[in-house]
């Protein structure tokens, strides 16, 4: 992901970093897209989201904005997302997890944290398991949106890929990093 981040991000982009942890991504993408450009990061983990408000703050990072929701296809609902102990990376509110602790999360959309923005040259999702759900709330993004790179759930390669059914259908062309 780091090089396709460097490769497709110029002065002036906007990024969107679904799933943004603790901003990884983001500060690589802040750099790339420079103090005209943007980056918007989604986290709906609490704890995980403070982290990831210091690590801006540390980088001096003046072009993210940071949205605390989870991402859906419908917004201002609360949901649970659940973590299993000791994996607050991998928090869903698609998968269900044995022995998860359970978290109440607000949701928005992808249209609604990107209204008023023209284009969207990059989006990276990796919100364990809600990426369908996800881009069934950005009706109006994916006419705005260049590129998206997401992390395909399932161990079989062959299997229904509802993700990238979805991305087809709106235009995308598909390509398999490793």
Known sequence: IFAQIREMLRPGDVFIDAGANIGVYTVLASRHVGASGR????EMMPDTVD???????????????????????????????????????????SVVHEESAKIPVLTTTLDDITLG???????????EGAEYLALQGAKSLMQRLDSVIYEKWGADTAAEDAVGDCLIANSFKLFTKS
């Open 51 to 93: 982290q990831l408000e210091r690590n801006v703050r540390l980088n001096g990072l003046s072009n993210v904005t940071i949205i605390r929701k989870a991402l859906s296809d419908t917004g201002n609902q609360t949901l649970t997302a659940t973590v299993e102990p000791g994996r607050f990376g991998r928090a869903s509110i």
């Open 117 to 127: 923005i023209d284009s969207v040259r990059l989006m990276k999702m990796d919100i």
């Open 39 to 42: 980056v918007i990061c989604v």
